[in-house]
């Protein structure tokens, strides 16, 4: 508008200055100035019209402006105003008054109208105050403020913006603005401030550590907790740097640097969806430690990595528990496999259930399968039936809370029908509230302990008997202050130590003397430990005035003052001599257990050598046999082969003594008249006896007799005899005497134990030097002697034990140094021998021809086998192979009638031959002999199918005999 006025005012001001000008020239100059007028009037009109577009221009552009301008604030999300300062006209938007929550008709009067009804939140308006006034003071050239109003009970935060116009002279002519509602933004702020300060809390007190890396610019984040994981070191304060500044902290193990590298790669390059990864990092300190690293980075439009961010947790502690649970169950599997003991574990949850491969072993089991459900185990598992009950109630008692533990031992049963004992033990695991989660724990076998156990039960309740029975007495002495005063004994104790009633003075020296001068020491020593710690436990020795000796047992607690001085002894005293007793009596049996297993050794060893010396023995007796058939009567031939066969006879006799002591003999069982063996042992013996010794005999058994060998019974009287005779080597008495004797009470003896019955006793006794205690218990060793060299062999009292062990005996002996030896042999009573006289032997059995096939490694023995059937008849095939016998009775089974093989052959052996000759031919008679018939030879040979079987040397007569045995079946038939 005022340009326009401008615009007008010019021309007409021109056009006055033509006027003043024209009058002043006056006439002449009227005409030029009329025309001048004219065109100035021409040029004013033009103007006019000019002007008059511009206005109509310039009113039609405000107009648009304004309409512009009103339509913009209308659209605005801000709201305006504007206050000019001469006129203090305001003028509020129509948003400005939405946004103060006025009604749209509102009118300010003017501007502290305005201010008065501004909502200003009360906390900000000193605020508001403020900034207004600092601005229009001209301290900011742009107000700019942010501050809360309230709209009814709603706050809201505003955004105000705008600026003062001044004059000349700095005065503020207008000021104008805007105002925007802020408040979702600052919703959003505060929720992000919010959110960032969590963040913050959580990466300051999270355990894993965060990082974050721009890989545009290498710069990169790492919280504190990040630094101390990753690099051992704690945060400075700045915990963005460079990549290259963290590198000269940041250490990856060797063994674990190229595995982090190709993990960064391949995801940094797409090949994997997250970065994770497990390695070692080396600290400040220089040691390393396991850390864990998940990551993931953003990629721009084109697919590049430009961020990359994750954690970083330390599982130091999980991977060294890791490796020490790894070595711990390495450690639990050896311990398992090495145990004796079983592993069994049941969660209770699953119902499933792991026996190891020993557990299912003790349990009865085949080892298979370790994991099942209970349910199966229980039904592959037997039990005792009177176990099952007390094992499933201990189990769920122990389950279910009631029972404090669970610990049983129970039966179960095996492949074989028989029973183990077991002990199970268990742990159980639960939750917080105490529901049982798991059960495991071990089981033994117990089975062995338990047979032990049993079979001392019964010693046990003996010993406990003889406790009750030695009535067990109390005792409570209080110790008087005086030195030497111990208190009385009452008059039961008087009786244990053997004291008459109230002998007793109470003074510890008496007391003392009542104690066994060498158990003393000890009952000292107790004594000494009881005043340590107040435990009384004592045994010792009483000798009562009969001369009996007693053991007590004293056991109690000492108490003491409160100076610590002994003041009283109480407890029990027990009689414990009977257990001494058995004690001593166990050790005597163990005695003779260690001696009977020192025999049985030697024995063995015997009893191979005694083979070998009957198959040499057969050769020499069977061809001298042989010989002797074709030597003339009275000729020198005669006299050599006699005293050939004497002489294998004499060996023939050896091999028997060893092979009786070895019970490696097999002898016929019969009832042997002992009396009559004995008297006639006797009269042999006493024809060749050295001068100054003379034997005594009392027989009295009568027909008393024993079942076994008349020849075990005759090497018994021999053996005795002879060491009786060898311990008088100056001379004196030998007593022989044999009565019948009946034992109501079973008694252990020096060797063997000699149960209730009768028996036929065999006492021989000698007035010679006697046994020193020393070397007592190895007389009957095997080969043990104290005799000169050439004197004796050592075996003849082993060979009397192996005899007498063999037919159920036992053995007495009675000594003393310088008073002579008494053996006491027990023969168990058979009844009565029948009296009658020796037949006449018959002639030998012959055959008709008969084929047998003869089997022996020993070519000699083969050779005399087949010479000696063809001298009876009988048409032998010999062999000195088992395989190529077997190879021919396979060829040609029916050609034979019947088989006689040795028992120890390289290759198969005679009960293995037997067993493949019965399987190809069923019922062919079969004849086994063998120089050695101990331990399990003839069962062995019997069960594989053997008729009968006979011990080397064989004469003719014996293998004729033993033939014709086999053979009488098939001619009957």
Not at 798 to 826: K, M, N, R, W
Request: proline content about 4%; overall charge negative; charged content about 30%.
């Amino acid at each position: 508008m005022t340009a326009a006025i401008a615009s007008f005012l010019y021309p007409m001001g021109l056009l006055l200055a033509c006027i003043v000008a024209a009058a002043w020239l006056g006439g002449a100059g009227r005409r030029r100035a009329e025309a001048a007028l004219r065109q100035s009037e021409q040029k004013l009109r033009e103007a006019r019209n000019e002007l008059d577009t511009k206005v109509a221009e310039r009113t039609a552009a405000l107009r648009y402006s304004e309409e512009r301008y009103a339509l913009a604030t209308a659209a605005s999300a801000e709201g305006f105003w504007d206050w000019v300062v001469a006129t203090d006209d305001v003028y509020v938007s129509p948003r400005l008054l939405e946004i103060y929550g006025f009604p749209p008709d509102t009118v300010f009067a003017n501007r502290d109208d305005s201010l008065a009804r501004f909502p200003v939140h009360p906390e900000d308006r000193p605020q508001w105050q403020d900034a207004v006034a600092a601005h229009f003071a001209g301290k900011t050239a742009r107000f700019d403020e942010e501050l809360r109003i309230l709209r009814g009970d709603e706050t809201r935060w505003l955004h105000v913006t705008g600026v003062a116009i001044r004059n000349d002279t700095g005065e503020v002519v207008r000021w104008t603005g805007a105002v925007k509602d802020v408040t979702a933004r600052k919703l959003v702020e505060e929720a992000l401030r919010v959110s960032e300060e969590r963040f913050a809390l959580a990466v300051l007190g999270a355990e894993d550590g965060i990082w974050d890396r721009d890989l545009t610019t290498g710069m990169h984040y790492l919280s504190p907790r990040a630094q101390v994981i990753s690099m051992g070191r704690p945060s400075d304060g700045v915990d963005v740097r460079h990549k290259s500044e963290w590198a000269q902290w940041f250490h990856v193990h060797p063994d674990d640097a190229a595995r982090r590298d190709a993990a960064t790669r391949d995801h940094l390059e797409g090949r994997t969806p997250r970065y994770e990864g497990e390695w070692r990092v080396r600290h400040q300190d220089g040691s390393y430690h396991w850390i864990q690293v998940r990551g993931i980075c953003t990629r721009d439009a084109l697919g590049r990595a430009v961020r990359f961010a994750g954690s970083t947790t330390d599982i130091d502690a999980r991977k060294r528990s890791e490796e020490a649970l790894r070595i711990s169950e390495e450690r639990f599997a050896l311990a398992v496999t090495a145990s004796t003991d079983g592993i069994w574990d049941w969660d209770i949850t699953t119902d499933a259930m792991f026996l190891s491969e020993r557990a299912q072993h003790i349990c009865g089991l085949k080892p298979g399968k370790t994991t099942r459900s209970r349910a199966e185990w229980g039904s592959m598992v037997e039990l005792h039936r009177d176990d099952v009950e007390a094992q499933r109630k201990a189990c769920d008692d122990y389950v279910a809370g009631i029972a404090p533990s669970y610990d049983g031992e129970w039966r179960v049963r095996l492949a074989d029908g028989s029973y183990r004992w077991i002990r199970n033990r268990g742990l159980c695991v639960r939750d917080p509230v105490g529901q049982p989660m798991r059960l495991a724990g071990a089981v033994s076998d117990i089975d062995a302990r338990k047979r032990i156990e049993e079979e001392l039960r019964s010693r046990q309740e003996m010993l406990e008997l003889a406790q009750k029975a030695a009535h067990a007495v109390a005792f409570d002495w209080q110790l008087d202050a005086r030195e030497g005063e111990c208190g009385r004994l009452s008059p039961e104790l008087e009786a244990l130590f053997g004291l008459t009633a109230s002998s007793y003075d109470g003074n510890f020296r008496s007391w003392q003397d009542l104690v066994h001068p060498e158990d003393w020491p000890s009952v000292r020593d107790e004594l000494r430990r009881a005043n340590e710690t107040g435990n009384v436990a004592a045994e010792y020795r009483v000798v009562h005035h009969s001369g009996v000796v007693r053991w007590l047992q004293a056991k109690g607690k000492m108490l003491f003052d409160t100076g610590g001085k002994p003041v009283r002894m109480t407890g029990f005293m027990l009689d414990v001599t009977d257990r001494h007793e058995a004690e001593d009596e166990l050790r005597s049996l163990e005695k003779q257990l260690r001696q009977a297993q020192r025999l049985e050794a030697m024995g063995t060893l015997a009893g191979g050598i005694a083979h070998d010396f009957n198959n040499i023995l057969g050769a020499i007796l069977g061809y001298g046999e042989m010989a002797l058939r074709d030597a003339p009567e009275g000729s020198r031939l005669r006299r050599d082969l006699d005293s050939i066969t004497a002489a294998g006879e004499r060996g023939r006799a050896l091999v028997e003594r060893i092979l009786a002591f070895s019970r490696s003999g097999v002898s016929e069982r019969v009832a042997v008249h002992v009396e009559k063996i004995v008297r006639e042992s006797i009269d042999l013996l006493t024809a060749n006896l050295p001068s100054g010794i003379t034997v005594k005999a009392e027989l009295r058994a009568g027909r008393a007799a024993m079942r076994g060998d008349p020849t075990q019974v005759h090497q018994v009287v021999m053996n005795l005899v002879t060491n009786g005779v060898q311990a008088m080597a100056p001379g004196g008495l030998l007593r022989v005497s044999l009565n019948k004797v009946t034992l109501d009470s079973p008694r252990i003896a020096t060797t063997g134990t000699v149960a209730v019955g009768d028996y036929i006793q065999l006492k021989v006794a000698d007035s010679g030097s006697g046994i020193p205690a020393g070397i007592l218990d190895r007389i009957f060793d095997p080969f043990f002697t104290t005799k000169e060299v050439g004197v004796g062999t050592g075996l003849g009292l082993s060979l009397v034990h192996g005899i007498v062990t063999e037919v159920g005996g036992a053995i007495d002996v009675e000594t003393a140094p310088g008073a002579g030896s008494v053996f006491t042999v027990y023969l168990p009573r058979a009844g009565d021998a029948d009296e009658g006289k020796d037949d006449e032997k018959p002639n030998l059995p012959h055959g008709d021809g008969q084929r047998v096939l003869v089997v022996d490694d020993e070519e000699p023995l083969v050779r005399l086998a087949t010479e000696t059937l063809e001298a009876l008849g009988y048409a032998p095939a010999g062999f000195t192979s088992s395989t190529a016998a077997l190879a021919a009775f396979r060829a040609n089974p029916k050609t034979f009638d019947a088989v006689i093989t040795d028992e120890r052959m390289p290759g198969l052996s005679g009960s293995a031959l037997i067993r493949e000759v019965r399987g190809i031919r069923r019922k062919i008679p079969i004849l086994l002999v063998s120089g050695y018939l101990g331990g399990t030879v003839a069962d062995r040979a019997y069960n594989a199918g053997a008729d009968e079987v006979l011990k080397k040397p064989l004469s003719a007569r014996d293998l004729a005999n033993g033939l014709a045995r086999v053979l009488q079946p098939v001619k009957t038939a």
